[in-house]
């Protein structure tokens, strides 16, 4: 069924009785040409473009719980590609050029609100540091601009550029195709897309285990609902990337933390940017429901509790109202944290694993979200072909071995 004005127009005149469903819940066949393990982001993606980019349909996705209940549903919506390095610009440059047309590829409005993303600079060290950063961007052909501080007033009125601020604003850089997008429509978008193109996504279908022949190769994953005989499998279940490793006998350079998130209650529009600032220790935007989304670092400890300590909401907490003293009149509706997995450059895992048929996509920690159409299309890519997308190639587990790490630490923001 096509989504368009006409067909919620069809749908009012049938009293909204006529939609079906945006994708089936099939039964687990018995032998998949691919499996995908982990139906977030980047696993839905990449089952959809094993469909639409290689013409490989027999494929399923399995997810212990409900499709983009991880990460995907938990966080923070912000996509921008303001990285430090040629391999990783080109690499989330290519993720937002596909964000840019994925409502109309999906049929499905993903929301996506390029209003722009501006990082704060509180100290002469801090405006260094951007110049450098926003000089970087230039150099690989990403748009960026230095803000003077009066600018960065302007465009976010409800900042605190008194003189008696805790945390002077000196100046800022702006990114301005960053932005936000929904996260769950990310999800829901390719999930409907990839089912209509026949791929199978079973729920509640835990992997338990993987089967391998005598030669080491994957033949087939055990799970909740039996095995799955499947020779090319693609595992893209962030925190728990190390779990899943385990089970296969290998191990990763992946440490798992809690991530947080919380939403105040919705206000009329306040903020119509992204603001980040990595000195105090806070981000926000503006949700479209008006609820100011607001996110910080990790819990420093490695953790699968999906809670997030209080001490960490605390200080995120202070260093919102440092910045912004006006919303401390909100109250706080909800918070939340997901299991992200990161890996000590702070730049994701892309491509085979040391077992062979067996594919990873993990180390995005805690900026993921904005990565998903490149990492499906790029781990599409590797369990198609067999053989890494160019985009890709810096992103290999070997580079813990050779030492050619690509550390984005200062780029993932506040976070890690
Ligand atoms: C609070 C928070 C804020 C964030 N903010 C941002 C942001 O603003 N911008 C940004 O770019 N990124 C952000 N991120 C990071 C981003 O959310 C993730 O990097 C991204 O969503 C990862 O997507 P994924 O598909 O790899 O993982 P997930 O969405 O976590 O999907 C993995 C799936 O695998 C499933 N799974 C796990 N184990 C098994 C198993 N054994 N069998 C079957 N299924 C299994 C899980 O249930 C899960 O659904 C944030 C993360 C958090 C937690």
């Known amino acids: 069924m096509r989504y368009s004005a006409l067909a919620l ?3 009012a005149l049938a009293a909204h009785r006529n939609w079906t469903p945006a994708w089936r819940s099939p039964e687990p066949k018995r032998a998949y040409d691919i499996v995908i393990v982990g139906a977030g982001g980047h696993g839905l993606a990449a089952a959809y473009y094993l469909a639409r980019n290689h013409g490989i349909r027999n494929v399923a996705v399995l997810e212990r719980g409900w499709l983009g209940g991880g990460n995907t549903g938990r966080n923070t919506t912000v996509v921008r590609s303001n990285y430090l390095y040629p391999e990783s610009a080109r690499l989330y440059d290519f993720a937002l050029k596909l964000y840019e047309g994925l409502s109309r590829e999906l049929n499905f409005n993903i929301m996506l609100s390029q209003r722009g993303h501006i990082m704060l600079a509180h100290s002469r060290h801090d405006l260094e540091s951007i110049a450098r950063w926003a000089n970087a961007m230039h150099m690989n052909g990403i748009q960026a601009e230095l803000l003077n501080r009066e ?12 003189p008696q601020a805790r945390y002077p604003v000196l100046g800022g850089f702006m990114q301005r195709r960053g932005g936000t997008a929904r996260h769950d429509a990310v999800a829901w978008g390719y999930a409907r897309a990839a089912d209509a193109l026949g791929v199978d996504i079973i729920q509640n279908c835990e992997v338990t285990g993987f089967a391998k022949a005598a030669s080491g190769a994957v033949t087939g994953i055990e799970t909740s609902l039996g095995r799955i005989q499947a020779t090319r499998v693609g595992i893209a279940v962030a925190g728990h990337s190390s779990v899943l490793a385990r089970l296969a006998g290998f191990q990763l350079p992946v440490t798992s933390y809690a991530l947080q998130a919380m939403v105040t209650e919705p206000v009329k529009p306040a903020l119509d940017k992204v603001v980040i600032s990595p ?11 008006g609820e100011m989304v607001i996110g910080g670092g990790l819990d420093l400890f490695p953790s699968y509790a999906q809670r997030g300590s209080f ?9 919102t109202l440092a910045i912004f003293p006006s919303f401390s009149r909100l109250r706080l509706m909800r918070q939340w944290a997901g299991i992200v997995d990161v890996v000590h450059d702070s730049s994701p895992i892309l491509g085979p694993t040391p077992v062979p048929g067996l594919y990873i996509n993990c180390g995005w920690g805690t900026g993921g979200f904005k990565a998903i159409p490149a990492g499906g299309w790029l781990l599409a890519h590797v369990l198609a072909t067999g053989r890494n997308h160019e985009l890709a190639e810096p992103f290999q587990l070997e580079r813990f071995v050779s030492g050619r790490l690509i550390d984005e630490a200062a780029a993932s923001g506040i976070a890690h």
């Open 9 to 11: 127009v069809r749908g």
């Open 311 to 319: 001490a960490v909401l605390q200080s995120v907490v202070a260093a």
């Open 279 to 289: 000195g105090t220790g806070a981000y926000v935007s503006q949700s479209d429901k």
């Open 151 to 162: 600018q960065v007033g302007e465009l976010i009125p409800a900042l605190d550029m008194s």
